[in-house]
């Protein structure tokens, strides 16, 4: 039985617990990288489901990155957000709504090469799953969004 799932799912709730309470001021980074709490839509319940990610930033958008720590399952949230790509996303305290899609191509390529500069981590997860490793672009669709 892979106990790894279950362990990631615990962490998860967990870190959404700590870094709301604390507003992000602890767990507001993980390995060198900042942290949002992604809250989607589940495809099945409608209900909604948060989950901690790392993210990097392009431009005016955030890029996240759907590993699931090199499992050949992609997650949960990911399939999610195939099926409504309108989400909303927490940095700290500021809840603010965006829209997902797949990065392709060449926008793809850069920002994978961005990405495994930051952390090598991710290019680990590639060599661990048969599944290419989808990498998200949120486009904030709040007006008064934070620039950044």
Known sequence: MNLRPAAIRAMGRSHRAVYRLTRGRLLGRVAGMPVLLLTTTGRHSGRPRTT???YFESGPDLVIVASNGGEDRPPAWWLNLQHDPHARVTI???PEEVTARSATGDEYARLW?????VHAGYAAYARRTTRPIPVL????TNENAPSR
């Open 52 to 54: 901690p990610l790392t």
């Open 92 to 94: 700290g305290a500021q």
């Open 113 to 117: 090469e961005t990405i495994v500069s």
């Open 137 to 140: 672009v949120l486009a904030r």
